[in-house]
């Protein structure tokens, strides 16, 4: 789900001029939310799992197009980050992912 909607939201981004926030995009809101329930939700040993499978895994279109995207809009990126950054990096220093 969440990989089908940043393309979506990246290219209404790069379309927009202008500073960008979390309001001014209502599905960044929403993939922010699931995103963060995702990592709220998850035990540690899941998220050790999907890393491990997704270790070298080529990424799909969609995700790499997103991802460019975000790249190229600091200011959408500056938006996403901002919501999901604490609740993903508490749940990865929980789980011993990085120090």
């Known amino acids: 789900m969440i990989k089908r909607l ?12 202008g500073p960008v926030s979390a309001q001014d995009y209502p599905v960044l809101d929403e993939i922010a939310q699931e995103v963060i329930a995702k990592y709220q939700n998850a ?15 080529p990424k799909s279109d969609k995700e790499q197009r997103a ?5 190229q809009n600091q200011g959408l ?8 950054a604490t609740p993903i990096v508490t ?9």
């Open 6 to 17: 940043l393309p979506a939201i990246a290219l209404g981004a790069v379309l927009t001029a």
């Open 43 to 57: 035990t540690c040993e899941q998220l050790w799992l999907e890393k491990a499978q997704n270790q070298g895994q």
């Open 67 to 71: 991802i460019q995207l975000l790249q």
């Open 77 to 84: 990126q500056a938006a996403f980050f901002s919501q999901v």
């Open 91 to 99: 749940k990865m220093f929980q789980c011993g992912m990085i120090p």
